[in-house]
Each structure stands twice: as structure tokens, then as C-alpha cells.
């Protein structure tokens, strides 16, 4: 019965979509391509930034709206748009470097959303 009711709890937690935190937290993306990371911890105060450097004129504070943009993609960040209005070499490393410090990949973002069971847990 407890084994059971573990069960239940496991699969809710799978079966969550947790692609982002409460507190803006790290946001997941997988559109268009799987495994993209932007981490609200990341771009702070340290970074020298703050809510209104980014919210609302380049993102909405809803988790992921911005997929549902067509030309959210590497041309448009190299144009300027989206993560590219401070990813441009100046304010920030450009989008055109360092490919794999925003593209977390396709084990990254399941391991990040525990869609699976990577078999390293303790
Ligand atoms: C460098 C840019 C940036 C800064 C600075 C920033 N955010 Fe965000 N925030 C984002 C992005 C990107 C998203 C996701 C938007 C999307 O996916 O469409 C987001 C989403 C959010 C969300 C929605 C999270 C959810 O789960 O739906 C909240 C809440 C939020 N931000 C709060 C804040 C607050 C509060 C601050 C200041 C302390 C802040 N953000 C600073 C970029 C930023
Ligand atoms: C308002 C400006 C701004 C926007 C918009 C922005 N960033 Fe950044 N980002 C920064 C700054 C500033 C830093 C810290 C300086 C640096 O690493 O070059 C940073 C750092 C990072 C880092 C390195 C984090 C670390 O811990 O080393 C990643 C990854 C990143 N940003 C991804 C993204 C992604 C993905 C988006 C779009 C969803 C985005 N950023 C949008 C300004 C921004
Ligand atoms: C500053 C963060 C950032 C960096 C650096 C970055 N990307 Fe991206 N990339 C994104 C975001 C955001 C998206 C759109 C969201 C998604 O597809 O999940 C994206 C989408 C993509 C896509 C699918 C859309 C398209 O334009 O075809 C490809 C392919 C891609 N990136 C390749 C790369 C390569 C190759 C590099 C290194 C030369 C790179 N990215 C560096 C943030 C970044």
C-alpha cells in the first residue's frame, strides 16, 4: 500500500509540467529546437541588471510565452531581438559564441524537467 502511494506521487511529479520555477526561477525552452536554459538567478543584480532591463518590453513574465513567437531563433537574437539585445559581444557574450553556455541539449532539459530516470540518483 505505502509502495503504491509512493508510486502516485512519483508519477505526479514526472508528469508535472515543471518547465519553470515560482520565482522566475530557470526557464526550459524546446521550441524550436529542444534545450535552451535562460536563468533568472544568472541575470541579477550581479549581472548588473534588473526586472525592467527585460520585463515587459523583451519578455513577458509568463514562462515560455515567448515560443509561441515565430521568429524566436538564432536569427533574430543575432538581429538584436530577444536574448540578442544584450547577447550581441557588448553588454553580454554574443549569441553567436558559446553555443552550449544557453544550449543546455536535449539531456540537459530532460534531466533539468526529470522526464527520466538518468540513474544517477543517490
Ligand atoms: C535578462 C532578462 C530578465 C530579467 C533581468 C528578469 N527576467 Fe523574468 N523572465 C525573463 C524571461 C526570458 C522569462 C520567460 C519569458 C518567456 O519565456 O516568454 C521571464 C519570466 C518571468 C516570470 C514568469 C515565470 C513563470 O514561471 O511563468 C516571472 C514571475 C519573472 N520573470 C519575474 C522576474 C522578476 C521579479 C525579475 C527581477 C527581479 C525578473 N524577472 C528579471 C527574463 C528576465
Ligand atoms: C537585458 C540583457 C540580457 C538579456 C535580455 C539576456 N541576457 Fe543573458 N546575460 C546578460 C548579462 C549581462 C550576463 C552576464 C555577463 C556575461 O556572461 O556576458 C548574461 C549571462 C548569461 C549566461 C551565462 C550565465 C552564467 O552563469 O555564466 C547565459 C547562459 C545567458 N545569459 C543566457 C541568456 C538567454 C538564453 C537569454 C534569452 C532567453 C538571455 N540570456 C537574455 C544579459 C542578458
Ligand atoms: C544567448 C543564448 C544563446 C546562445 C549563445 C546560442 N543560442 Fe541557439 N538558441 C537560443 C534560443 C533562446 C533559441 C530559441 C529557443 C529554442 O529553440 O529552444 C535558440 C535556438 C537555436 C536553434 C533553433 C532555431 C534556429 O535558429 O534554427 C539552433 C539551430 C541554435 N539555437 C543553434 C545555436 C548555435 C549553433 C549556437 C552557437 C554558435 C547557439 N545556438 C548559441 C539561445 C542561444
Known amino acids: 500500500m505505502k509502495k503504491m502511494l509512493l508510486g502516485m506521487i512519483l508519477i505526479g511529479l514526472v508528469s508535472m509540467p515543471a518547465y519553470a520555477d515560482d520565482s522566475g526561477g530557470d526557464i526550459h525552452y524546446d ?29 513577458s513574465m509568463e514562462a515560455r510565452a515567448v515560443q ?4 524566436f531563433n538564432m536569427l533574430a537574437l543575432s538581429e538584436g ?5 544584450c547577447h550581441d559581444g557588448e553588454m553580454a557574450f554574443s549569441a553567436s ?3 552550449a553556455s ?13 522526464l527520466e530516470d538518468t540513474g544517477a540518483r543517490h
Do not use: N
Open 31 to 59: 521550441q524550436p529546437v529542444v534545450g535552451v536554459l535562460f536563468s533568472h538567478a544568472s541575470h541579477g543584480e550581479d549581472a548588473g541588471l534588473d526586472c525592467d532591463s527585460c520585463h515587459d518590453d523583451l519578455f
Open 68 to 71: 509561441d513567437e515565430p521568429d
Open 81 to 85: 531581438r530577444y536574448c540578442g539585445a
Open 97 to 99: 559564441t558559446r553555443c
Open 102 to 114: 544557453c544550449h543546455e541539449g536535449a539531456i540537459g532539459f530532460r534531466r533539468a524537467l526529470g
